[in-house]
């Protein structure tokens, strides 16, 4: 079966601390993977996707294809990160399986 | 000012009436997607298109209907059928030349069914 698994609702650190919103997928074929990002009252927007091994905003994620994981990370948390992260696995067709999302909430 | 307007943004409806969300995109994107999104379930593909007068069902279609006769436009229709349909429903559009995956969302339109 083709599945998301973000396992944290509610990811709540304080600003200058490290953060790690964890992802796990379940896929047969090579997987493509994405985090998305909601900010307070904006559109859901891409953050960055494992193809391009890019930081965008301080983010890093790696795909780790033996334990199916492409956990988000960040060294130092800023208030403007506390959003909603979602991550997504494109299963073909560009269609997306989004996981259930994970709210970050970065406290001054 | 491009981009993809869904309208109403807050939307009424009695049981048993159908109601239709609008949809519209220009940014020349083939690609159009319908998902639900409930608290704590994330997103959920309801419907897409991959060009004009050709759709697909996605995981949770039932109760749900949608057209694609222009390439900017893809209405979603929540028929009476649809057993639980108050929700927050997003639209998004992709340009399938890019093959980045990346979609573009609309601001969402909130149902309630009262």
């Known amino acids: 079966a083709q599945r998301v698994t973000q396992p944290e609702k509610l990811l709540s650190v304080f600003k200058g601390a490290p953060v790690e919103l964890k992802c796990n997928y379940s896929?047969?074929?090579?997987?493509?993977l994405f985090w998305y990002v909601q900010y307070s009252r904006q559109r859901l927007q891409l953050l960055l996707r494992?193809?391009s091994r890019e930081s965008i905003k301080g983010f890093t994620a790696d795909l780790n294809k033996g334990e199916t994981s492409f956990h988000l990370k960040k060294p130092f948390a800023q208030e403007e990160d506390s959003a909603m992260y979602y991550c997504?696995?494109?299963?073909?067709?560009?269609?997306?399986?989004f996981g259930t999302g994970t709210r970050l909430l970065v406290s001054p | 000012d491009g981009g993809i307007t869904q309208s109403p943004k807050y939307l009424f409806r009695k049981e048993g009436q159908n109601v239709t969300l609008s949809c519209e995109q220009n940014?020349?994107?083939?690609?159009m997607y319908w998902y639900r999104q409930d608290p704590g379930q994330g997103l959920r593909l309801i419907y897409y298109?991959?060009?004009?007068?050709?759709?697909q069902k996605g995981d949770i279609a039932e109760g749900y209907s949608v057209s694609r006769e222009k390439k900017e436009s893809f209405p979603l229709t929540v028929t009476s059928a649809q057993k639980n349909p108050t929700a927050f429903y997003l639209c998004?559009?992709?340009?399938?030349?890019?093959?980045?995956?990346?979609?573009?969302f609309g601001e969402g339109s909130r149902l309630t069914v009262l």
């Open positions: 998004a559009s992709r340009r399938t030349s890019a093959n980045t995956g990346e979609l573009f």
């Open positions: 896929y047969s074929g090579s997987p493509e």
């Open positions: 494992h193809i």
């Open positions: 997504a696995l494109n299963t073909g067709f560009q269609k997306l399986v």
């Open positions: 940014l020349n994107h083939d690609a």
């Open positions: 298109s991959q060009i004009v007068n050709d759709f």
